[in-house]
């Protein structure tokens, strides 16, 4: 776990553009049962998070369709939540950062973190907006 005074401006980088932070199993839940899209984002510490993750997913908030809930959790402090969201994307292995995106409580697109590590924000964002404009 991580100290909450180092995590903060991190978690902050998304919740500042609107996304819902989820710490718990049942909040991971609700968040699933709405209907709709959502885009999941498991955040995390790494340097691929603050220099690709983050970014990537905010700049992808500038598409005409995008989907219709953002949350996210966080990898090594909200341990509940984020094993909760992985039962979710299954069949997908564990990695953060990475993103899912639902429609209707089910997993039409994943980003792994190898699909993040060592790409620009802007193809990351370029590849959920391609999901959004499919799926939203």
């Known amino acids: 776990m991580y100290p909450a005074e180092l995590v903060k401006p991190m978690r902050e980088d998304l919740t500042s553009v609107g996304f819902e932070e989820l710490q718990t199993a049942d909040q991971v839940d609700a968040a699933l049962a709405k209907t709709g899209t959502t885009l999941v984002v498991v955040n995390s510490v790494c340097g691929c998070a603050a220099a690709n993750a983050r970014p990537g997913a905010r700049l992808s908030l500038q598409n005409a369709k995008r989907p219709d809930h953002i949350v996210t959790v966080f990898a090594g402090v909200d ?3 984020v094993e ?6 299954i069949p997908f292995p564990p990695s953060s950062p990475s993103m899912a ?3 209707d409580g089910e997993l039409v697109h994943m980003l792994e973190r190898h699909h993040i590590e060592g790409r620009p924000a802007e ?5 959920l907006m391609d999901a959004y404009n499919e799926h939203c």
């Open 101 to 103: 995106l639902f429609k």
């Open 84 to 89: 909760k969201a992985r039962e979710y994307m």
């Open 123 to 127: 193809l990351i964002a370029e590849n």
């Open 79 to 81: 341990r509940e939540a």
